[in-house]
Every structure is written in structure tokens, then in C-alpha cells.
């Protein structure tokens, strides 16, 4: 799958750039992890960091649950469910909400339904710029993306 032209789609191509050179990055410094199979925490905890120096000035978190000082909550599934992003690059304290992503691993076998809806609800509850769905390979798949879409509202 070319992920980078997948990524370079998104309607703003800063961003899609961003997120294509932390990807990038992420398989350079830390294909082992993927290699292994560590859990999606981690490879999200890696990728958010890759991120950061490209959003300079916002923050970026991993399974941040707050919207201001409540508790996360979107109505994905019929009803507001507390959710927990897989990463978010935000400002926190406003509803400046810039990128959610959602990622899952080969070795996962959840399909990326639920994802996707989460993702809509981002966009149109939390006014989320852009939400991505991200699948990565792992073990001999270690380094490659199977699966990548910018969700729309």
C-alpha cells in the first residue's frame, strides 16, 4: 500500500506531510517493536512523539480522555461512550482539536469498523480537523502500512 500518497491526500497537505514523516521515522527508529509485536500502546506512544517537533506549539497525547475537564465522550455507537483517542494533537484547555488518529496492528483482528465510526464522531462532535485510520504491519510486515484513510465527516 503507498500509505504516503494515502497521507499526502489530506486536504491539508501540512499535515499529511507531518503525519507521512513521523510514519517514516517511526519505521526507521523503531521497526524492532513492530517486528516483535509490542501492544498498540507502544507504537502509539513512539509515533506521538515523532510527531511532536511537527506540530510545534500544540500537544500532543496519547489516549488523552479529557474535553476540557470532563471525561472524552462521543455518540459513535447510539450513545456518548467515554473514549480514549489512540493520539490527538490539540491544545489543551480549548477546543482547538487539530488531528485524532486511530491505529491497529495487523495482529489485531478487529476490524476497523468501530474506528472509523469513532473517528466520524471526533470530527463531528469535538470539531477534530482531520481523523486518520492507520493499520501497520508486523513480524515480516514490520515497516509497512496495510491499511491508511482520512475519515470525513
Known amino acids: 500500500m503507498d500509505y504516503q500518497a494515502i497521507l499526502a491526500g489530506c486536504d491539508s497537505p501540512e499535515v499529511g506531510a507531518a503525519v507521512a514523516s513521523a510514519v517514516g521515522q517511526l519505521f526507521e527508529r523503531d521497526r524492532k ?44 455507537n447510539e450513545k456518548a461512550d467515554l473514549v480514549y483517542p489512540d493520539i490527538i494533537v490539540h491544545l489543551v484547555g480549548t477546543e482547538t482539536n487539530i488531528l485524532v488518529i486511530e491505529l491497529k496492528k495487523d495482529s489485531n483482528p478487529e476490524p476497523k469498523d468501530d474506528d472509523i465510526l469513532k473517528l466520524k464522531a471526533y470530527r463531528q462532535e469535538l470539531h477534530y480537523l482531520h481523523a486518520l485510520f492507520i493499520r501497520f504491519g508486523v513480524g515480516l510486515a514490520a515497516g509497512t502500512v496495510t491499511e491508511c484513510e482520512w475519515v470525513e465527516v
Open 33 to 76: 517493536l513492530l517486528e516483535i509485536d509490542v501492544g498498540e500502546r507502544t507504537v502509539a506512544e513512539r509515533l506521538a512523539r515523532y510527531l511532536e517537533p511537527r506540530f510545534a506549539g500544540y500537544n500532543i497525547n496519547v489516549e488523552y480522555n479529557r474535553m476540557g475537564d470532563a471525561p472524552k465522550r462521543v455518540a459513535w
